[in-house]
Each structure stands twice: as C-alpha cells, then as structure tokens.
C-alpha cells in the first residue's frame, strides 16, 4: 500500500432540511436530526467513522460553519484532501463507510459515488472546493446540476438518498428495534425473523391464520416457518411504510392527519370479534393482566439488584417514587375503579399495538399492525377488551416512544425532586384529539390511563439495562396515578 496523505478532512452537509414526502414523515427538521433506531441519524454517521477520522469531521449546518470550514480550507496544508457527504445520505451497511473512510489518507484521485447529484464527493486536493465556494455557499454539492465526469466512480458504498420518499422507507422501513433474543434479516422483499424463543415464533406465526377472516386484511401475513433445531424462524412480505412512532416522535402528524390515523386505529379495535363471557371471567381476566401480572414484575424488578439500586436511587430523590409506594397507589385505585373494568365479553386481541408496531400510510390511509403478541390456539386469541386499547394509549397519552428513543430529560426541580420533560413538539394539540375520539367511542378514559400505568410499571424489569428509561417509566406512571386521582375528584 502507498504511504498516506495528511488526514483528510470530513464534511458532513447537513444543511438542508427534510422535505416532500419525507417532510409528512418526520417534520420540518434537517436530516442528521431524524431519530433512526433510538438515535439521531448524525450520532449513527459518527459511529460508522473510524476513532483517528472523528476530529477531522465538520458538520455543516450554519453560515458560521461554513466559515470554519472556509477557514480550515485555506489553512491546511498542500497535500490536504476532503471528503464532502451528503447530511441526507443513508449508510445500510455503515461497515462499508467504515472501510471506505480507513481508505481515504491513501486515496490518489477524486472520485464520488454517481454522476449526477453524488451524496459522496473526494476531492484529492481540498483547496478545489474553495475554488468552487460561491456555488458551495449557495447550495450543497449533492444539488449541483453538472455532471463530475473528472472524477472515478466508486460502488463499494451506494448511499441512499433520504430526501426520496423510496430510499427514505427502504432505509426506515426496518426501524423498530428487536429483543436480544430476536433476529431480523431483511432484504428487498422479506422480513425474516428468527429467534431462539421457538414457542414465540410459533404462536406469532399462528397468529394469522387463527384470527377471524375479517382482522387479516389489517395485520401482515407470516409464511414459510422453519423449526431450525435451536433456532424457529418465518417470513414476511416487507412493506414500505414507516411506523407510526416514527411519525409521532418526529412531529408528522398535523390534527387532521392524526384524527383519520385514531380512527382507523380504533375502528380496528371496535371491529374485533366478540365472544360472551360472564362478568366474573371478565374481571378475572382483567386483573391478571392488569394487576396480577404488574405484581409479578414489581417482585421480579426488587428481586433484581439493578432493580434495587433504581428503586434506591429514585426513593432518595422523590419518595413517592418509590415502585412499592407506586404499586401500592395504583391498587387503590384498580379497586375503587375495578367496575370499570368489567364487560360482558372478550375480544380477540393484537397483544401490543404501540405506535412503533402500527404501519401507517397518511396519504392513502393505509395502516398494517405488526408483531402481534401471537396464539397457538384459537382460545389463545381472546383477551380483555381494554388491553389493547391501553396500549396504544400508552404511545398516544404516555409518551412511551418517546422514552423508548431517548427523547426526554431528567432532571431535578427546584426543590431536588426528580421531574421528567418531554421533546414535544405539537403534541398538546393532538393528545386532545386522542382523548375526544376515545370518548366518543364509548370509553372512560380514567379506566383506560389506570390500565396504561399498570403497563409503565409492569415494563421494569423488561428495561433494566436502561436505567434511566426506567426511572422515566416511573416517573410516567405515577404523573398517570396523579391524573386518574385528580380526574376522579372532579
């Protein structure tokens, strides 16, 4: 191998904002700050970089940067390259970005990644780019109309070009995170998950077609399970169409976009079949899910030696944090309210229609759900009718895709009591939107926040390895708590 250059400099141009199609997704925003699997899209460029090229990295997003880099320019010495990325440029093989900046120092000509409009541009000798600086200035290199037929061509990356709705949801598409005990390969046209969890693999995939005929035009069809010896796995067809928490996290929603969304979303919950049972199974089947299970988790959470030492930690700060004080609450409260938990019926249930499981198409009102909790039987479909509604409560009211992708704060009130503070953006225009339609679809609401705290609490344990995901989750639960309560006295 030659012997390298001086260190090239890296620029990121992250000047432009989202726009188009990829606007209605994730609102006005540039795109190093779209939220891609629990962080922003700049904080994964970065950890696809080598540690030596870190320091050479300048971000564009202002005029004062691009006067550093104007000043950088002109000052770097003679035998100094640069390389120019595109802010909205998608890496799905980040390793690949990894081998080609290692490269970079012993790169002998420029060179981009297309054409036309590159999302990638190396400039062997960097002071081109300041001869080129009044079009710089004005407008992205990635937008620029000429043709860089001087440059060679390189293949070994193929970013993606986020401002297109298409590579932004080829990108995006496979976004929700998977359990540790999960694996998710995904290709142009199958999901395959697998998973050493084989029962779990099984149930999901049964799912579907034990369901009645009516509910699978909203759910994904699973196909080709394969039991591998320690190992089960199955396909899925693979849809193009961002999450909903994706939307909800980044602001997308405007009121009219959002009310045809909770529609449609509880209109697939009123539509899912009945079947009768007495009041007694009913309220048996409500407080093992709400409170017998809650109970389990609290035990599992302080059996935990994490779990003490944030319980600890959290109590020291604000007492009434405190997971047994906590639990002890939202008893009381299950009791004075358990009658409000009590149907007639039960219904066939998804299991877990969060916001990050519900695909959803604003501009053709298409909406699929995904990873249904799962039945091997057609008994093991039915469950309380709240459930599910609790759950997707939990992502429109509780802000759980918030905590879930990191966008909030802890911090301490004047008073040395710990408070938690949401990233919102319109939210507080929408969230009424939510509580409105749900009354109008025969609901309490009261009943419906009492079954989300239940479910803040019983995701402790689930959440361990993030610690200040759980303080969140219970610094949530008891602003419920206090909500129900305050509710309850007017």
Not at 32 to 61: N, T, Y
Not at 283 to 288: G, K, L, Q, S, T
Not at 308 to 335: G, V
Not at 397 to 407: K, R, S, V, W
Request: net charge negative; charged share 25%; proline share 4%.
């Amino acid at each position: 191998m030659s012997e390298p250059y001086a260190k090239p400099l890296l620029v990121l141009d992250d000047r432009e904002f989202a726009f188009g199609e990829v606007r209605s997704l994730v609102g006005l925003r540039r795109f190093g700050e779209i939220v891609f699997k629990r962080r922003p899209l700049i904080e994964h460029f970065q950890a696809a970089l080598p540690a030596w090229s870190r320091s050479q990295l300048i971000r564009l997003q202002s005029d004062d940067d691009l006067l550093a880099l104007r000043s950088k320019l002109e000052t770097c010495c003679e035998d100094t390259s640069v390389c120019v990325i595109a802010g909205r440029a998608g890496f799905a093989r980040p390793e690949r970005l990894t081998q080609l900046i290692e490269r970079l120092p012993y790169a002998e000509e420029d060179f981009t990644d297309t054409l036309y409009k590159p999302m990638l541009v190396f400039l062997r000798n960097a002071h081109k780019l300041v001869d080129q600086w009044s079009a710089f200035m004005a407008a992205p290199l990635h937008t620029w109309e000429k043709a860089w037929q001087g440059s060679q061509r390189i293949q070994s990356v193929e970013p993606l070009d986020l401002g297109k709705i298409r590579d932004f949801l080829s990108y995006t598409s496979g976004s929700t995170a998977t359990r540790h005990f999960n694996e998710m390969q995904i290709d142009a046209y199958y999901y395959t998950k697998q998973s050493s969890d084989k029962t779990k693999m099984l149930a999901e995939y049964s799912f579907y077609g034990l369901v009645p005929e009516s509910m699978r035009p909203w759910l994904i069809q699973p196909f080709d399970f394969s039991d591998n010896g320690d190992r089960a796995s199955y396909k899925m067809l693979r849809y193009y169409l961002a999450d909903t928490a994706l939307q909800w996290v980044h602001g997308a929603f405007e009121a009219g976009t959002f009310t045809s969304f909770v529609d449609r979303l509880l209109f697939f919950l009123a539509e899912r079949s009945r079947q009768a049972c007495t009041k007694e199974q009913s309220a048996a089947m409500a407080r093992d899910l709400f409170v017998n299970k809650l109970e389990k988790r609290v035990e599992q959470f302080l059996a935990m030696e994490e779990g003490q030492h944030i319980n600890r930690l959290a109590a020291s700060a604000t007492p009434e944090l405190d997971i047994s004080y906590l639990l002890e609450r939202f008893l009381k409260l299950y009791k004075r309210f358990e009658k409000g938990f009590i149907f007639d019926h039960r219904v066939v249930g998804h299991g877990d229609p969060c916001f990050s499981n519900v695909l959803y198409d604003q501009q053709r009102y298409l909406l699929k759900l995904i990873d249904p909790k799962g039945a091997l039987t057609e008994d093991g479909l039915w469950t309380h009718p709240l459930y599910d509604l609790c759950k997707v409560s939990h992502s429109a009211l509780g802000d759980y895709d918030f905590i879930n992708n990191g966008l909030y704060n802890i911090g301490f009130t004047d008073s040395n009591e710990l408070f938690l503070h949401f990233k919102h953006s319109n939210h507080s225009v929408l969230k009424p939107i939510f509580i409105q339609r749900v009354k109008a679809a025969g609901h309490d609401v009261r009943i419906m926040r009492l079954g989300e705290a239940s479910l803040f609490l019983s995701m402790l344990p689930l959440h361990i390895d993030y610690p200040n995901k759980v303080i969140a989750f219970l610094l949530n639960a008891r602003q419920i708590l206090d909500e129900v309560e305050s509710e309850s006295r007017v």
